[in-house]
């Protein structure tokens, strides 16, 4: 008997966990008892996503944003995790945590400026864009924004990370690195395209920062701040 009040506990729970997803699933269906209407809906989607950058992104471009978020933190490229290896292994630790250091000091500084240009992406959002969404999966939207924007902003955010590159002096401390490696005996010279790796990188840690607002949105009634969050995920 315990047991199968147990087994109805757990089904309650996953029911609660996905109640959300059902409610704005409705508005597609047309159910007569929805409160709020399909702009409603994609309004709120547009501020889940505002929020995701108000809040989340914004925490990578403080000092050490990048550095100290395991879920955004930039390491070495994996096609040179040897360096990273080879140089720790004759006593040049320093080097190489300054050389990681920079690269996420790089991704913070191109953070700041790149800001506006997510949110002028998440502002185009259409109806149409924003039924697909509400139909999808707990990173719907994020999902959506990345798939729609990514090689745009992947473009304007490109020549931002050169110059930051340059303004934190990261430029100087990998050509030092790789200097240092490729003098070693018995190693293949290397000459990583940093630019391209951090722009990737860094867009890589917004758009999970950006999700994870998204999910809190979805499933906790506390992370829902306006009306419109509230109207559409409920209360």
């Known amino acids: 008997m315990k047991k199968f009040q147990l087994f109805i506990c757990l089904i309650l729970c996953t029911f609660t966990t996905f109640a959300q997803f059902g409610r704005l699933k409705d508005v597609i269906s047309g159910d007569e008892s929805i409160n709020f209407t399909e702009q409603q809906a994609v309004e709120a989607i547009k501020t889940t996503l505002e929020n995701g950058v108000r809040k989340e992104v914004k925490k990578l471009t403080v000092k050490n944003g990048f550095l100290n978020n395991e ?9 040179i995790k040897n360096v990273e290896r080879k140089l720790r292994a004759v006593g040049l ?14 991704a ?5 400026e790149a800001i506006p240009i997510f949110t002028d992406a998440i502002t185009n959002i259409k109806v149409e864009d924003g039924i697909n969404i509400i139909k999808g999966n707990e990173s719907a939207a994020t999902t959506y924004l990345k798939q729609k924007t990514y090689q745009q ?9 050169s110059v930051k590159f340059k303004s934190v002096k990261a430029d100087a401390i ?28 860094a867009l890589e840690g917004v758009f999970k ?5 998204e999910l809190d949105i979805r499933n906790e009634l506390s992370a829902r701040t306006s009306d419109i969050l509230r109207t559409v995920f409920g209360n």
């Open 209 to 213: 920062s950006i999700a994870k607002e």
């Open 108 to 112: 913070e500084e191109a953070t700041k």
């Open 174 to 201: 990998w050509s030092q690195l790789t200097t240092k490696y490729n003098r070693l005996p018995f190693t293949k010279d290397v000459n990583p395209d940093l630019i391209d790796y951090v722009t990737s990188q």
């Open 93 to 106: 630790d320093n080097l190489v945590d300054k050389a990681v250091a920079s690269l996420n000091h790089t």
């Open 153 to 161: 902003l992947y473009n304007k955010m490109s020549p931002i990370v």
């Open 71 to 79: 879920l955004a933190k930039i390491g070495f490229p994996e096609n």
